[in-house]
């Protein structure tokens, strides 16, 4: 493999920024693309095969934009634009990095960090009615919630109503003190702290105790119609059709609704057929509905989390081949007992 040399300059005050603690950043670079990444007084030599070497100058000309915007650099920006760059796709960071969608309470900008955020948010702009789909750590409902805040700041709709469905994950709560709000509110937290977050606790506080903002279990939405407001239905793989059926015909004018959830991690009894799995099949052909379907690659949480996604993704991907397989066996040894195929 012929050698080849790049260099670039690196203003000093965003090396520590680029390259990481330890250099790790740089590190994961130099050991996905084979190359090797010298920095010498501000002049950064990358050296390799031409075609690696001119793939990872891309992903380090990348990071030094976004620092000179001003972003603090994460392990996911890094792992996500090696990914990117192995399949040829330039620039997607500073593609991501121009679409802020607002800001939390302490100035944080919320932005997408994936393809799969860029195109689920895009679709919440065009769309009146959007199903984010997608494992656990993909930002679902988090950027549903920042569009819905969003919405709301500049007065394009009303209210905010979130809703979930109140089912446990698994175990059994029992008999809850409190009132009603109070038995809820566990199911619904997660919804709390990204509103918290994103809006404070005070003007949430206060838009709550004027109506402004809702959060309430699906069961609350039957007999309503909803005129001017952001509905998010989180957690709706463990909705039943019948449940999922009400609330999509709960939709009035003016109104925006985001559906989230994952179908693999459902929580109803066994056998249960789920709303969500039943509302892809039937709405699937309707316009002005959008599909998003988010995957191990869009996880942006910590980097174990995605590898712990990928692992479950590849391991029901086998036990659903094998299924298959025996079930193909069994109906073949069934056709020969009872005398089918025999000349």
Excluded: W
């Excluded at 955020?117 to 199903?131: E, G, L, S, T």
């Excluded at 494992?135 to 009303?158: D, H, Q, R």
């Excluded at 990204?194 to 949430?204: D, H, P, R, T, V």
């Excluded at 174990?304 to 298959?324: G, M, N, P, T």
């Amino acid at each position: 493999m012929e050698h080849y040399e790049s260099r670039m300059e690196v203003p000093a005050e965003h090396m520590r920024n680029i390259f990481g603690n330890y250099d790790n950043y740089i590190k994961k670079i130099e050991n996905d693309f084979h190359v090797t990444i010298i920095d010498r007084d501000g002049i950064v030599k990358v050296s390799g095969g031409e075609r690696d070497v001119r793939k990872a100058e891309s992903i380090v000309k990348q990071l030094i934009e976004l620092s000179k915007r001003g972003n603090i650099i994460q392990e996911q920006n890094v792992d996500y634009a090696i990914t990117m760059g192995m399949e040829d796709k330039e620039d997607v960071l500073i593609e991501m990095d121009n679409d802020c969608i607002c800001h939390t309470v302490s100035g944080k900008p919320i932005k997408p960090k994936t393809l799969g955020q860029k195109q689920y948010v895009d679709a919440i702009r065009n769309n009146m009615i959007v199903f984010g789909l997608g494992p656990a750590g993909t930002g679902k409902t988090y950027l549903a919630m920042a569009m819905a805040i969003t919405a709301f700041k500049n007065e394009e709709v009303s209210r905010i109503i979130l809703t979930r469905p109140a089912i446990e994950a698994g175990e059994k709560l029992g008999f809850l003190p409190g009132d009603l709000q109070s038995k809820v509110d566990p199911y619904l937290r997660p919804l709390y702290d990204a509103l918290y977050q994103i809006m404070g606790a005070e003007s949430f506080a206060k838009n709550m105790e004027k109506g402004l903002i809702e959060v309430a279990p699906l069961a609350y939405m039957r007999g309503r119609t909803l005129d001017n407001a952001y509905i998010i239905l989180d957690e709706a793989q463990n909705t039943t059709p019948a449940q999922m059926k009400m609330f999509m015909t709960r939709i009035g004018f003016g109104s925006k609704v985001i559906v989230t959830g994952d179908a693999s991690q459902k929580d109803l009894a066994p056998g249960d057929k789920s709303g969500l799995d039943v509302a892809v099949k039937v709405l699937s052909k309707i316009n002005d509905i959008a599909f998003c379907n988010l995957t191990s690659k869009d996880v942006v949480r910590h980097p174990l989390v995605q590898k712990i996604v990928k692992a479950y993704e590849d391991f029901e991907r086998v036990a659903e081949r094998s299924k298959a397989k025996d079930g193909g066996m069994r109906e073949k040894r069934g056709n020969r007992n009872s005398g089918y195929g025999r000349k």
